[in-house]
């Protein structure tokens, strides 16, 4: 397998996990969230405009945490 083919294995914490799907629901968030910004760098997150949204690797990430919400880790 070569490194293109290799996939990243995110593992969210509670909070971010949290976060994440506060975003996805399109819930109000707050003007500073250092837990939203950990998202942002981790490249699940970006602003547009006023509003927050999710990446297509952010929709896959809570899309997996959804279905294996006990599993620990998976991957994107």
């Given at each position: ?6 996939q990243?294995l995110i ?5 971010q996990?949290?976060?994440l799907?506060g ?6 968030q707050?003007p500073t969230?250092?837990?939203r910004?950990e998202?942002v ?7 547009q405009?006023?509003k927050w949204a999710?990446?297509p690797q952010g929709?896959?990430?809570l899309?997996?945490?959804?279905n ?5 880790g998976?991957?994107?």
């Amino acid at each position: 397998m070569t490194d293109k083919q290799k996939q990243k294995l995110i593992i969210l914490s509670q909070p971010q996990r949290t976060t994440l799907e506060g975003l996805s629901n399109r819930r109000p968030q707050l003007p500073t969230d250092p837990i939203r910004d950990e998202l942002v760098t981790l490249g699940l997150v970006v602003k547009q405009g006023a509003k927050w949204a999710l990446t297509p690797q952010g929709k896959k990430v809570l899309a997996a945490s959804s279905n294996r919400r006990n599993s620990g880790g998976f991957s994107v």
